[in-house]
């Protein structure tokens, strides 16, 4: 585990500041990764599989790094820009629901800050994704809302996990302070009311229960 993180850590030690690091045959320039929040789309469908047009992104800071299952995580820098490409990196390199969900995460986070419609749009259409191409995905996450000291991780369903960023939280129904990221930063609901999102989901052949947070496909 520590030689992965190490690995990890030359890596983006790499992209952020030495030019060169990279052998692809040619002189690489210093190649630093993206702290904004202006989201340039490489193609209409970009982060969300099967595209893979994130690799010919000039913008996208990992076209030419190894990332994979292994060290994926210890690459995340925190940064939403820098993290949609890195997780629709990982996307390209290895199809899953985990890195799927992600890429809509990171998408998430760039219309909270940002507002950009063009962004919102590619957020919903990147959490469709999770529930068209990976139904059956899961996850385990840390169960930091549990007091034991036994349990550590929890299996999170994802297209449930998606269905709640998509309905979102509604001052009308919810006590919560709003939808949370993995980080906890609040995000900013992806439709104009709960009814218009329910209403998109069921376009899509889907039905989420609001009471149970649970999305199940129409029968």
């Known amino acids: 585990m520590f030689h992965n993180k ?5 890596l983006i030690f790499c992209i952020s ?7 692809d045959g040619e002189e690489n320039n210093v190649e630093n990764l993206p702290t904004d929040y202006k989201l340039n789309l490489e193609c209409e469908n970009v982060g969300i599989h099967p595209e893979t047009c994130v690799m010919d992104d000039e913008e996208n800071p990992y076209r030419f790094v190894s990332v ?3 060290n994926k995580w210890d690459l995340s820098s925190g940064y939403p820009k820098a993290d949609f490409y890195l997780w629709a990196t990982a996307l390209n390199s290895t199809p899953v629901g985990e890195n799927q969900f992600t890429v809509a995460e990171q998408l998430h986070k760039l219309y909270t800050l940002d507002g950009s419609e063009t962004i919102r749009i590619q957020a919903i ?9 990976f139904y059956w995905s899961t996850r385990f996450v840390e169960a930091w809302w549990i ?3 036994e349990l550590y991780y929890t ?3 994802l297209r449930n996990s998606a269905g709640k960023r998509l309905v979102g939280t509604w001052k009308d129904y ?4 709003g939808m949370k990221s993995g980080n906890q930063m609040i995000l900013s609901n992806l439709f104009e009311t709960r009814f218009h999102a329910l209403a998109e ?6 039905v989420f229960d609001t009471e149970n947070k649970v999305l199940f496909e129409l029968q």
């Open 201 to 206: 989901i069921n376009k899509w052949g889907y």
């Open 68 to 70: 994979n299952e292994d």
């Open 155 to 157: 299996e999170e369903v």
């Open 147 to 149: 007091e034991d000291d």
């Open 6 to 10: 190490l690995l990890a850590i030359m």
């Open 174 to 177: 919810d006590n919560e302070a």
């Open 125 to 133: 259409k990147a959490y469709r994704a999770v529930l068209d191409e």
């Open 17 to 23: 500041i030495v030019s060169g690091c990279i052998d």
